[in-house]
């Protein structure tokens, strides 16, 4: 029986240790996009700033979503 807790809380772990790269990859590319995107059609920093934004809700959206579903395998 105590393998069982153990192993849970293991996963819980692996997957909250994820959170943090998965944020850094949905951010980076969606600023590349952006700064890919202003170099080839704008002089501004305007796609950047738009896509960096909506990164940042995008993951958080992830991490919520994550949290939320860890809390529900308990």
Same mark, same amino acid.
């Given at each position: 029986?105590?393998?069982? @807790?153990?192993?849970? #809380? $293991? $996963? %819980?772990?692996?997957?909250?240790?994820?959170? @943090?790269?998965?944020?850094?990859?949905?951010?980076?590319?969606? #600023?590349?996009?952006?700064?890919?995107?202003?170099?080839?059609? #704008?002089? #501004? $920093?305007?796609?950047?700033?738009?896509? $960096?934004?909506?990164?940042?809700?995008?993951?958080?959206?992830?991490?919520?979503?994550?949290? %939320?579903?860890?809390?529900?395998?308990?």
């Amino acid at each position: 029986m105590e393998q069982k @807790p153990h192993k849970k #809380t $293991s $996963s %819980k772990w692996i997957a909250l240790m994820n959170i @943090p790269f998965q944020m850094g990859i949905i951010i980076f590319f969606f #600023t590349y996009l952006g700064t890919w995107l202003d170099e080839k059609y #704008t002089g #501004t $920093s305007i796609f950047t700033i738009i896509l $960096s934004l909506l990164a940042v809700f995008i993951a958080l959206y992830n991490v919520i979503r994550q949290v %939320k579903n860890l809390n529900k395998e308990d």
